[in-house]
């Protein structure tokens, strides 16, 4: 979960004239990769092999 903080930090460091689109993109971009970070922290990843098995479902 993206917190208050992070998103306060994220309005600070865009520019003054940003479009609301872009505002949100930019807040859920961070929280997914806040959401990586957490797995990875809480060993919810895959594998090499996992993730070439799951990917091939997809292409085939």
């Known amino acids: 979960m993206i ?3 992070q998103i306060k ?3 600070d460091s ?3 004239n940003v479009s609301i ?7 859920i971009f961070i929280e997914k990769v ?8 809480n060993g919810k990843i ?3 092999e996992e993730a070439k098995k799951k990917l091939k479902k997809w292409i085939e």
């Open 46 to 48: 895959n594998s090499k």
């Open 9 to 11: 930090n994220s309005l």
């Open 34 to 41: 806040q959401k990586g970070i957490d797995d990875s922290k």
């Open 21 to 27: 689109d872009e505002l949100i993109d930019h807040l």
């Open 14 to 16: 865009l520019p003054e």
């Open 3 to 5: 917190t208050k903080t």
